[in-house]
């Protein structure tokens, strides 16, 4: 679904900072942001409260505005923004409750789940061992964009900074790193 009159106008007034534009903003897509923070937990097996839900919305409100509303000076409207916000959403509650977790002392994440986008996410410590092996058999530039990405929950947008690698090449690396780790774990899994 492309994007509507409706959200574009609703962009530009935010932008213009046209008063009562972000109040609409918030009301529009409030519930979105604790549907995606609440689904994004519960796909990671990681409980969350009220209070963690409406800290992480608040990370994500504080994230849109930030640096002038950059988030939403970014959005091309080839999708509908509600997907944006959602892919925007997600990634930011992933980045936030693995924090959480790490901060409690707890390790995310049973192997072999997925997150919405298809990519596994972190791994329990005992299988950690079995990761990191399978990750070694990588070549060096797909083993570091790996570990970054699944192990240390960065975003491909920090990947791209941290490895000075252009963003849209990341999800093809993991791809094939995810297959030949698929079929490396397959072979280690046989008697």
């Known amino acids: 679904m492309a994007l509507t009159q409706v959200d574009r106008d609703l962009i530009q007034r935010c ?28 796909c990671r097996s990681i409980p969350v409260s009220h209070a963690d839900v409406d800290e992480v919305a608040a990370e994500v409100f504080g994230a849109l505005v930030e640096n002038d509303f950059r988030v939403l000076r970014h959005f091309r409207g080839k999708s509908s923004l509600a997907t944006y916000l959602t892919v925007v959403t997600r990634r930011i509650a992933v980045r936030s409750l693995i924090e959480r977790r790490r901060k409690q002392g707890v ?6 789940a997925s997150t919405t986008n298809g990519h596994a996410g972190e791994f329990e410590v005992e299988n950690r061992d079995l990761i990191e092996h ?14 970054a990405y699944h192990l240390d929950g960065k975003s491909y947008q920090e990947i791209s900074s941290q490895f000075n690698i252009a963003e849209n090449s990341i999800g093809p690396v993991l791809t094939r790193a995810r297959e030949h780790l698929r079929k490396a774990g397959t072979a280690t899994s046989k008697p």
Not at 36 to 41: G, L, P, Y
Not at 107 to 112: R, S
Request: charged content about 20%; cysteine-free.
């Open 134 to 147: 399978l990750i070694s058999q990588l070549p060096d530039n797909e083993a570091r964009i790996v570990r």
């Open 15 to 42: 932008l213009q900072r046209q008063p009562a534009a972000w109040q609409s903003f918030v009301d529009r897509f409030s519930g979105l942001f604790v549907h995606v923070i609440r689904h994004t937990a519960e």
């Open 107 to 112: 390790t995310p994440i049973p192997a072999g």
